[in-house]
């Protein structure tokens, strides 16, 4: 079991910046991966940013170069810093813990409640 609590969200103007802060309780040890997912009233939930453990990266394209993911395994924090805001990145923002579970090495996802992201002047 994991259990995952967000920090980070608001309100913003266009061409502003936040970070959105993820911390895993319980069991991280088999976590794989973390990532940032979005939703925006009326579309389906997209994945925003991932990090490995081993600190690979992926972006979705309409974030790279604004957004950077990165994590402190010390502290099982996974931290979104998202610049150069857009109208269009408003939405609810979920952290995700990739949990892999022996002996087969089992996926198994886990989330955060999710925190809102408004753009707007």
């Known amino acids: 079991q994991v259990h995952l609590v967000e920090s980070g969200g608001g309100l913003v103007q266009p061409g502003g910046s936040l970070r959105l802060s993820c911390a895993a309780s319980?069991?991280?040890?088999?976590?794989?991966?973390m990532g940032w997912y979005r939703q925006a009233p009326g579309k389906q939930r997209e994945l925003v940013a991932a990090?490995?453990?081993?600190?690979?990266?992926k972006y979705t394209d309409s974030v790279k170069g604004r957004f950077t993911i990165s994590r402190d395994n010390a502290k099982n924090t996974v931290y979104l810093e998202m610049n150069s805001l857009k109208p269009e990145d408003t939405a609810v923002y979920y952290c995700?813990?990739?949990?892999?579970?022996?002996?087969?090495?089992?996926?198994?996802?886990?989330w955060g409640q999710g925190t809102q992201v408004t753009v707007s002047s």
């Open positions: 319980g069991n991280p040890n088999n976590i794989y991966a």
């Open positions: 990090i490995t453990g081993a600190g690979s990266t």
């Open positions: 995700n813990a990739d949990y892999r579970r022996e002996p087969m090495w089992t996926r198994e996802d886990y």
